[in-house]
């Protein structure tokens, strides 16, 4: 079984509407991430949270939102979506406590906003 | 700023011919500088950390170096099936950066059989 998994993989929705993107690892981390990847942009850190209680901004935030439900728990939200959100989505988990900067990706969730 | 410059941008081997992808970075004491393989449309597989300049790390035809300024991925008599994007990333020892990855865009490799 996959140690980061990511739901759903594929989403096609329309503008305005909300979504969530669910993240659950079973590596035992404490830390969680959100990257979005674009053609020619690379990977971008959207948030990021070092455990349950601190969630964190990235460079580029704006129109998300995110929730650590637990440990192993991140998801993100698009609170009304727009087509310039329409990206691969990642999320990445790393050992804080342990000092192992390394990052573990999940599959990715391509969303489609039309 | 951090940052992380990686070239080529895109490289074209023949099977077995060897050569090296670079990473140059910029960044405000380096804790960490990592090397990860991304196949089309899937996640980044992590392949490497380096911690300090000298350090070398080996992974079947691939090996990784670091100096001061910057990285390199030696892959040595590529095959067809390490044809992929080859991502680089830094982390800070500290400072308000301190635990976050910046990545280069990538250098996109494709091995002729």
């Known amino acids: 079984d996959a140690d980061v998994t990511q739901t759903p993989r594929n989403r096609i929705t329309k503008t305005g509407k909300r979504i969530m993107l669910e993240c659950s690892q079973t590596?035992?981390?404490?830390?969680m991430y959100w990257y979005r990847q674009d053609p020619g942009l690379g990977l971008r850190l959207i948030y990021y949270s070092f455990d349950v209680k601190d969630i964190n901004k990235g460079e580029i935030s704006d129109g998300y939102s995110v929730s650590r439900q637990a440990q192993a728990k991140f998801s993100l939200s698009l609170e009304s979506a727009i087509p310039n959100q329409t990206a691969l989505y990642f999320c990445a988990t790393s050992d804080g406590t342990g000092g192992r900067p390394e990052q573990y990706f999940g599959p990715g969730t391509r969303l489609t906003v039309t | 700023e951090d940052q992380v410059t990686q070239s080529p941008e895109a490289l074209r081997l023949q099977e077995g011919e060897s050569s090296s992808l670079n990473c140059s970075y910029t960044v405000s004491g380096l804790r960490g500088l990592f090397w990860y393989r991304q196949d089309p449309g899937k996640g980044p597989e992590f392949l490497f950390t380096l911690y300090s300049a000298g350090e070398e790390k080996e992974k079947e035809r691939l090996k990784a170096t670091l100096t001061k300024k910057e990285s390199f991925l030696h892959i040595t008599a590529p095959k067809p099936e390490d044809s992929a994007t080859y991502l680089c990333?830094?982390?800070?020892?500290?400072?308000?950066?301190?635990?976050?990855?910046?990545f280069g865009q990538g250098t996109i490799l494709t091995v002729h059989p």
């Open positions: 990333a830094v982390t800070p020892a500290g400072g308000t950066s301190y635990g976050k990855l910046t």
């Open positions: 590596k035992g981390h404490d830390r």
